[in-house]
């Protein structure tokens, strides 16, 4: 997440050198609160070294501050940097300019840090809404270095508008992932279009919103998307179905496999058939849509779903016949209508491709009740 800037404390430079050198033999002369050239040629360095946020950087800039003093424009520097690195060195450092120069703010801003894994949105939230109450700090600055180093901020930014809405959700995007989780937004920000090539897990779960953003469809990267706790209208879930249908199949699977778990038959069945509308070769999706079915003591409706999900699966196993799992698939279907030979030889062919489909004979919830039948016998004495 931190940019590194291209000053080390490898001496190659001049400038390099002479900074080394103000760091180690300047006495506390506080020349930098003062106009003077000298000065002024100073702080722009200064400045250029915080500015992006780099450990080795910050280690060589602050004891000049130490020295020269610290001027009103870099208050924003020592807090922000005080509160985000979990290193010694520059917490003395930055807690001797704070106890120096800004005692009764300083007070306020130790009671503020915290450990990384003590943090989260909402915190870090509350943390920024304290630092907006300091007189002459750039708040935009530290808001962004916790973003980027933290990962953290960015609902505080959103809600305010602090800054540019662009610029802060493109601080946001850490290895293609955006999120907007629990940030209460009554709007997804428009400007997420500007990032479609970054883009490519968004999280919008926890927010106010029933609508998106025409933008959204100009994520054309986007392999994830969750919304959860958001009351999106049907509307917007259809039109996400025919922007990212795969997205919206995956979505919709992980869902009836919750209503599976919590025995809501109707809604499983529903939400599987969904699956299947939107793609025809799920055939986990028909055999999971069938038991729901058959928990419904829809018998006949279930059964012409499994015909589907074995059409489905002899496809597959057309098109790549040493699928192992096809196989396994096609058993599951067959055992589900008690069909036990015709399991059993699609077991048979799952373990020659693949021996660690015998461990399922044994261990699969679905094959339990007939493991006593006789066509079960070898496979499962194989096993034992």
């Not at 935009?140 to 990962?151: F, K, S």
Request: contains cysteine.
């Amino acid at each position: 997440m931190l940019s590194s800037f291209n000053i080390s404390l490898e001496v190659h430079s001049v400038e390099t050198r002479f900074l080394v050198y103000i760091a180690n033999t300047m006495t506390t002369n506080y020349y930098l609160l003062h106009d003077s050239t000298e000065a002024d040629e100073m702080k722009q360095t200064l400045q250029t070294l915080l500015e992006k946020g780099e450990l080795t950087n910050i280690k060589l800039a602050l004891p000049i501050l130490q020295g020269g003093g610290l001027p009103t424009a870099f208050y924003h520097y020592v807090i922000g940097i005080y509160l985000l690195y979990e290193d010694e060195e520059v917490e003395v450092m930055c807690g001797h300019l704070l106890d120096t120069f800004l005692l009764e703010v300083g007070v306020q801003i130790r009671k503020l840090k915290q450990p990384l894994k003590a943090l989260n949105e909402e915190k870090v939230y509350h943390m920024l809404a304290d630092l907006a109450t300091i007189p002459s700090l750039d708040l935009l600055w530290v808001a962004h270095q916790m973003i980027e180093v933290w990962g953290l901020g960015g609902k505080y930014c959103l809600k305010h508008a602090l800054g540019s809405e662009e610029e802060t959700i493109g601080k946001m995007i850490y290895r293609g992932k955006l999120s907007f989780q629990n940030f209460a937004l009554e709007a997804l920000p428009e400007s997420i279009g500007k990032y479609g090539e970054e883009i490519t897990i968004l999280d919008i779960c926890g927010n106010a919103f029933e609508r998106l953003p025409d933008t959204i469809e100009q994520l054309h990267r986007l392999s994830g998307l969750d919304y959860e706790n958001t009351p999106l209208n049907e509307k917007e879930l259809i039109r996400l179905e025919e922007v990212f249908p795969d997205i919206m199949c995956d979505n919709y699977y992980k869902e009836a496999s919750v209503y599976v778990k919590e025995e809501a038959w109707e809604k499983a069945a529903a939400t599987f058939a969904k699956v299947t509308q939107l793609k025809g070769a799920f055939a986990e999706a028909w055999y999971h849509w069938g038991r729901a079915l058959q928990q419904l003591q829809q018998h006949t409706r279930a059964t012409e779903v499994w015909k589907k999900a074995l059409r489905v699966y002899d496809e597959r196993i057309e098109e790549h016949p040493n699928s192992a799992n096809s196989y396994y698939g096609k058993a599951l279907v067959y055992i589900a209508q008690r069909q036990v030979e015709a399991a059993t030889e699609m077991l048979q062919q799952a373990i020659t491709i693949n021996k660690q489909y015998k461990r399922q004979i044994r261990y699969a919830s679905e094959f339990a009740p007939f493991l006593s039948h006789k066509a079960f016998q070898q496979l499962a004495l194989e096993e034992l």
